[in-house]
């Protein structure tokens, strides 16, 4: 299930993924979820056990 998120993007950075968004014919949301998934796959190869990162009140939440 995809749920929404509002976060604050700096003017320039997000003139920078419009820009890359359009030449790649993407829309900005798909151009975002594809930054995260790099970034999140580079620090599991990284090393960086991202399920680990969980604080522990959280650990019995069920992950989407």
Known sequence: MKKKVLIGI???L??????LAEYRSQ???ELIREALRIHLERAESGGVSINSCRLPA???HPQD
């Open 10 to 12: 700096p003017e320039r």
């Open 14 to 19: 997000l003139e920078q993924v419009n820009l």
């Open 27 to 29: 829309t900005r949301s």
């Open 58 to 60: 959280l650990a019995g």
